[in-house]
């Protein structure tokens, strides 16, 4: 799958995406990430990219050109290479959608749709951008940063570790927090007794039936506790069984 990201800091998104499972995968193949410098597309000596705001108002604002010449770069390369699918345009924005991974998912669900992250900075982008890139506006929570990139990254990340071949085993990712929507229960590794806090016994017992059981058992308890929204959509698709009634045996008629 392939990331690109529009950028006035390539070289942050290269070290933080470069390194652990996402380094990883684009040394395989797996994906691709490419950051852009949107200030490259600057039509101007100084190669500034932000302009006062119409109105009035504090701070600057990133202006359409140099974003849309950046775009159209971006979509060019893509075509190059034979691809057809038309790419997938997130601003990382707190007025956007908030991110899940429901969103990982689906977007982890079209691997040859390219995916393009725009990060804003000073107070954010023209409008007119959003109507030109079509782009949607994601959010990775209820804070305000100074950019996008750290977003673009989370966003990158999440997505990446979804797909096929990414992670190690491609089961771990079914295993974890919020797959269908409960949190990941407890885990343990060697020794089996730390400073008097023993593993759990069921997990060395070597049944498998009753380990997954439990491990449910334990992540529906987690869920319940912690993030109570959650575990109210969990039981709404998930219903607990009614018990069956037990049948009256008939008594002999005299």
């Not at 995968?25 to 490259?40: E, F, L, Y």
């Not at 006062?52 to 060019?76: F, K, R, T, V």
Request: hydrophobic share 35%.
């Amino acid at each position: 799958m392939e990331f690109h990201i529009m950028t006035l800091f390539p070289e942050m998104m290269d070290t933080v995406l470069g390194e652990s499972i996402t380094g990883r995968a684009q040394k395989a193949g797996r994906i691709t990430v490419k950051s852009w410098n949107i200030r490259d597309y600057a039509q101007n000596t100084s190669k500034h990219v932000d302009d006062y705001i119409y109105g009035g108002g504090p701070g600057m604002l990133m202006q359409c050109e140099p974003i849309d010449l950046c775009y159209q770069a971006i979509c060019e390369d893509i075509r190059s290479r034979g691809i057809e699918a038309e790419p997938r345009v997130l601003y990382l924005s707190p007025k956007g959608a908030t991110f899940s991974q429901k969103y990982a998912e689906a977007y982890a669900g079209e691997p040859d749709r390219p995916m393009i992250l725009l990060c804003g900075h000073y107070e954010g982008i023209d409008e007119r951008v959003l109507t030109l890139l079509h782009a949607e506006e994601i959010s990775i929570g209820d804070f305000v940063l100074t950019g996008g990139e750290l977003g673009a990254a989370i966003i990158v990340d999440a997505v990446s570790r979804l797909l096929p071949g990414v992670l190690g085993d491609d089961d771990s990712a079914v295993y974890e927090s919020f797959h269908e929507n409960l949190l990941e229960c407890p885990q343990y590794t060697r020794p089996e007794v730390y400073k008097d806090l023993a593993v759990p016994a069921i997990l060395l017992s070597g049944n498998h039936a009753k380990i997954a059981a439990w491990r449910l058992e334990q992540a529906e308890k987690l869920t319940e506790e912690r993030r109570p929204d959650l575990y109210r959509i969990y039981r709404e698709e998930h219903p607990v069984p009614e018990p069956k009634k037990k049948r009256r045996k008939s008594t002999p008629s005299a």
